[in-house]
């Protein structure tokens, strides 16, 4: 672990990063036998935690070493140690090591396999190392990321090396724009008999792709120092859909009332109150949930998410749209 965290490749196996100097304790023993047995065989490295084990080296918990070393020499050790143990799986990368060094603020976390045996130890090391650094380059990579463009590949001064890492992204737009212009062709009857659904569509996409990459933003921060899981997905996605439909109530109030009061059409004027409000709630959710996913299937979420989810969100606000104007026309 002694490479700086600004070498680490973040994607790394956190194997490859694994001290392994920590001390075993059996939990059957007391605390002084526990004592004696950690100085007739010393470690090398520093003492951070003592790791409670059974007979079968599974862990069992933690104990600090002010209860180790204050609690009286007959107690025994299962009595004083930490049982739920925040523990790292084997196959997690560094940026999830480090994402657990954010969210709990302990020194040491020990790696374990699938029978729940340590194999190592990493520590607070792998997370201050370089930190400013890494954080410097995440809030500028993440900004880039959002519109499809990495930016180790921004910085190229070859063109065509610029060319091969932008274009691929803008795939998603060009493909976002063909199924718009599809999904239009297919409701070519509602657009003729009320023209007017036309003049609004820059607004509802503007802002469903607007409140869609916020909700990406927000999601790619919140993955940083929380590691994703199906249950805390569910549990975002709750809070991002009412925060996306008090945001489409608003934002279609306002062209909803502007509209009526400019073509006094009060189908066009619920049309669009609907429609944005669908629209809307629709693209924050997707805008959470397209980062989250790619986490969960550990894929990079800062390069793929943005582009996707505005265009995931583009289709689903034109078909929500155009779905209500049929049936209010």
């Avoid at 392994?20 to 004592?35: E, H, K, P, R």
Wanted: aromatic share 6%; net charge neutral; hydrophobic share 50%.
């Amino acid at each position: 672990m002694s490479a700086s965290l600004a070498k680490i490749n973040m994607n790394d196996p956190v194997l490859k990063h694994l001290g392994y100097d920590f001390v075993q304790i059996n939990q059957n023993l007391t605390v002084g036998q526990a004592l004696a047995s950690i100085r007739n065989n010393p470690t090398v490295g520093r003492i951070i935690y003592f790791y409670v084990v059974d007979h079968e080296g599974r862990l069992c918990g933690v104990v600090p070493t002010r209860r180790l070393l204050l609690s009286p020499l007959e107690t025994p050790v299962a009595e004083i140690m930490v049982r739920n143990v925040v523990t790292i799986h084997e196959s997690a990368t560094v940026l999830e090591a480090c994402e657990l060094f954010a969210t709990h603020r302990l020194l040491a976390f020990p790696i374990v396999d699938h029978k729940r045996r340590i194999v190592g130890v990493v520590d607070v090391q792998l997370y201050t190392e370089g930190r400013s650094e890494l954080e410097a380059a995440e809030r500028s990579d993440d900004l880039f990321q959002l519109i499809g463009v990495h930016l180790a590949e921004a910085q190229q001064a070859d063109p065509l090396s610029a060319f091969r890492g932008r274009f691929p992204w803008l795939l998603c737009n060009i493909a976002g724009g063909i199924l718009a212009a599809l999904i239009a062709g297919i409701f070519e009857e509602e657009l003729k008999r009320t023209v007017a659904l036309a003049l609004f569509v820059p607004v509802v996409l503007g802002l469903a792709e607007s409140v869609s990459i916020q909700s990406v933003s927000l999601a790619l921060q919140l993955i940083h120092a929380q590691t994703p899981t199906v249950a805390l997905l569910v549990s975002k996605l709750k809070r991002e859909l009412l925060t996306g439909l008090f945001l489409g109530l608003a934002s279609a109030a306002c062209v909803a009332i502007a509209a009526l009061l400019w073509l006094r059409d009060p189908r066009l004027a619920l049309c669009l109150l609907a429609g944005i409000t669908g629209g809307v709630t629709a693209a924050a959710m997707v805008g959470m949930a397209m980062p989250n996913v790619l986490r969960l299937f550990r894929r990079n979420p800062q390069v793929a998410a943005g582009p996707i989810a505005l265009a995931c969100a583009d289709m689903i606000t034109l078909v929500a749209y155009f779905s209500l104007a049929r049936w209010l026309t």
